[in-house]
Antibody, heavy 120, light 111 residues
């Protein structure tokens, strides 16, 4: 069965970087995009960007341009999202989600989420 | 401030039919398909409706979606206690080099 398993919770200081992983199984990793969505506590969902695991092509929300990097390691079917220059407002649960195509928001499988806490 | 507009809350009694609206613009709902997600407390969102009105395998037919112009709606008939959750609409937006956008979410309470 399709699964996306994310890395564990992180606590970071302001100004640091965090790298969250998302390991895919149960399907051909390079056949579907991976999107990243975050959710601050008690708040709504916020799209961060997408990555095509086959080509490595990416597209980021303007809000995160220059601070986010999405990469992958196809040999281990794992996608990564790195966010730099962390601030307290980045405290949130970060989700990876499998997508069908770039210009849709049809994400059929999601990771369990990774809590990133930014605190001094 | 979310790009798509949803009511913050909705409610109904078991067996009732409830609808949740989602309003957007020509750059998102007006030109792209709408998806709906259900999020139970403490869990990841789950795809509930895709391509405006399609249900993924396993989603009960009590859930239905529709779209007209720059608005969409989610209807839940035969409301059940387990339907109590947050519901989000989502669409691709063609502005700003393309981006995914969400509604602010609607908290559904089953009375």
């Amino acid at each position: 069965q399709v699964q996306l398993v994310q890395s564990g919770a992180e606590v970071k200081k302001p100004g640091a970087s965090v790298k969250v992983s998302c390991k895919a199984s149960g399907y051909t990793f390079t056949s579907y995009d991976i999107n990243w969505v975050r959710q601050a506590t008690g708040q709504g969902l916020e799209w961060m960007g997408w990555m095509n695991p086959n080509s490595g092509n990416t597209g980021y929300a303007q809000k995160f341009q220059g601070r986010v990097t999405m990469t992958r390691n196809t040999s281990i079917s794992t996608a990564y999202m790195e966010l730099s220059s962390l601030r307290s407002e980045d405290t949130a649960v970060y989700y990876c989600a499998r997508g069908f195509a770039v210009t849709t928001t049809t994400w059929d499988y999601w990771g369990q989420g990774t809590l990133v806490t930014v605190s001094s | 401030q979310s790009v798509l507009t949803q009511p913050p809350s909705a409610s109904g009694t078991p067996g009732q039919r409830v609808t949740i609206s989602c309003s957007g613009s020509s750059s998102n709902i007006g030109s792209n398909t709408v998806n709906w997600y259900q999020q139970l407390p403490g869990t990841a969102p789950k795809l509930l409706i895709y391509s405006n009105n399609q249900r993924p395998s396993g989603v009960p037919d009590r859930f239905s979606g529709s779209k007209s112009g720059t608005s969409a709606s989610l209807a839940i008939s035969g409301l059940q206690s387990e339907d109590e959750a947050d519901y989000y609409c989502a669409a691709w937006d063609d502005s700003l080099n393309g981006r995914g956008v969400f509604g602010g979410g609607t908290k559904l309470t089953v009375l």
